[in-house]
């Protein structure tokens, strides 16, 4: 299957800080990637769809000015946590697909801690 | 709208025995249902996926699912669970566009 690189695997960062998260696709043109957030041992929420080129779509409820996406590659997407606090520490994660394939392949997942 | 039902939070089995997860779906169109398997500050796998043709699927590691219309559900079976299967298990259905709606996920555990 299709190889999806997030990076990085863990991090820690300061209160107030920002922190960005890699999305790579290795092996394909991803024209959609998807960013999700996952609390311990619950499952995965939806946080935004991003389309090469456009702005994301956010879900409801997930701040757009603090989680910002970027989509500038089919190869690419990044997510940047930004002005970080304790309760943004989670288990964030990516997917991605290319057009037309119903099939998402996901990273290795970030576990962000802010401290 | 799609949602997901997983019916059980937790399921225990000792190893060799069988496996089932319970997943139950809503869709207001024909769906497209995955499993994907989540070992410990992982990623997710693919397990096996059920888009429109054979309603038996059968997937990676010895795992199946059997998508029931008339039931609306698509359960995860193994015949003999091993050690390496400990695992939180999501049920997922699309909602068109590629994008995925997950169940609340079941965590197994294989007890020797």
């Known amino acids: 299957g299709a190889v999806v690189s997030q990076h990085p695997s863990w991090v820690i960062c300061k209160s107030g800080t920002s922190v960005k998260i890699e999305c790579r696709s290795l092996?394909?043109?991803?024209?959609?990637m998807f960013w999700y957030r996952q609390f311990p041992k619950q499952s995965l929420m939806l946080m935004a769809t991003?389309?090469?080129?456009?702005?994301?779509?956010?879900e409801q409820g997930v701040e757009k000015d603090k989680f910002l996406i970027n989509h500038a590659s089919l190869t690419l997407s990044t997510l940047t946590v930004t002005s970080a606090h304790p309760e943004d520490s989670s288990f964030y994660i990516c997917?991605?697909?290319?057009?037309?394939?119903?099939?998402?392949?996901f990273g290795q997942g970030t576990r962000l801690t802010v401290v | 709208a799609q949602s997901v039902t997983q019916l059980d939070s937790h399921v225990s089995v000792s190893e060799g025995t069988p496996v089932l997860l319970r997943c139950n779906y809503s869709?207001?169109?024909?769906?497209?249902l995955f499993w994907y398997v989540q070992h410990p500050n992982k990623g997710l796998q693919l397990l096996l996926k059920?888009?429109?043709?054979?309603?038996l699927v059968k997937g990676i590691n010895g795992f199946e699912a059997e998508f029931k219309k008339s039931e609306t559900s698509f359960h995860l079976t193994k015949p003999s669970a091993h050690m390496s299967d400990a695992a939180e298990y999501f049920c997922?259905?699309?909602?068109?566009?590629?994008?995925?709606?997950f169940g609340q996920g079941t965590r197994l555990t294989i007890n020797p």
């Open positions: 991003s389309n090469e080129g456009s702005k994301a779509t956010y």
């Open positions: 059920y888009t429109s043709a054979a309603t």
């Open positions: 997917s991605a697909s290319s057009s037309g394939n119903t099939e998402a392949f």
């Open positions: 092996d394909f043109q991803a024209t959609t």
């Open positions: 997922v259905v699309t909602q068109g566009a590629q994008k995925l709606v």
């Open positions: 869709s207001s169109y024909s769906p497209s």
